[in-house]
């Protein structure tokens, strides 16, 4: 196995922070793209990043992960190997062969839909939801929503980043909801 170095909370979050690549106007005017792929193309801290997400939820007992695409499934695959929990992938409508369960979300403009495979979790599912960002909260809440209807339990959602002027983690009501990076 490889080494990493031991971190403060203090210290990995100030290098994720600043592993961020802010790209104004992705992708369109107006919105700071987050740009995560600085921190994927660091091993170490890829790794530690995982670790920081999954650490919080180590004796919380999840089951599965669950993670929207594509974003989501980088940060929520390992994640899962790291509590030692099953990954459920959340898709955009179409996307997956077997029977599934859907949930309907609105957007700014419009709707979106995410689907789920509907044999993904039993009555003793416990579920940790994954993401990137956390804006809206739109995508995120709609995930829960599916789980629990798939038959799941939601324990927690954790993401890497949530932008806190969008009010996101209101739209999660009383979900427990963790962040390592607040903006
Ligand atoms: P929302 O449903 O508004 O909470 O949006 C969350 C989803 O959109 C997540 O899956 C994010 O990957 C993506 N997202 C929203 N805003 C940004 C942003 N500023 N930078 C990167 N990704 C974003």
Not at 69 to 76: M, P, S
Not at 144 to 167: P, Q
Request: glycine share 10%; net charge negative.
């Amino acid at each position: 196995m490889h080494q990493m170095r031991e971190y403060t909370r203090e210290a990995l979050v100030q290098r994720l922070s600043a592993a961020i690549r802010n790209v104004p106007d992705f992708p369109k005017p107006g919105i700071v793209f987050k740009d995560i792929t600085p921190i994927l193309a660091d091993a170490e801290l890829f790794g530690l990043m995982t670790q920081a997400l999954a650490a919080p939820y180590a004796d919380a007992a999840i089951t599965h992960v669950a993670a929207v695409e594509a974003r989501g499934f980088i940060l929520g695959a390992p994640v899962a190997q790291a509590l030692g929990a099953a990954f459920i992938p959340v898709r955009k409508p179409g996307k997956l062969p077997a029977a599934t369960v859907r949930e309907s979300y609105t957007l700014e403009y419009g709707t979106d839909a995410l689907e789920v495979h509907a044999d993904a979790f039993t009555a003793g599912s416990r579920v940790l939801v994954v993401d990137d960002v956390l804006a809206t909260g739109g995508t995120a809440a709609a995930a829960c929503r599916l789980v629990e209807r798939a038959g799941g339990t939601i324990v927690g959602v954790t993401v890497l980043m949530e932008l806190g002027f969008l009010g996101g983690r209101a739209a999660l009501g009383a979900q427990r909801t963790d962040t390592l990076l607040l903006y």
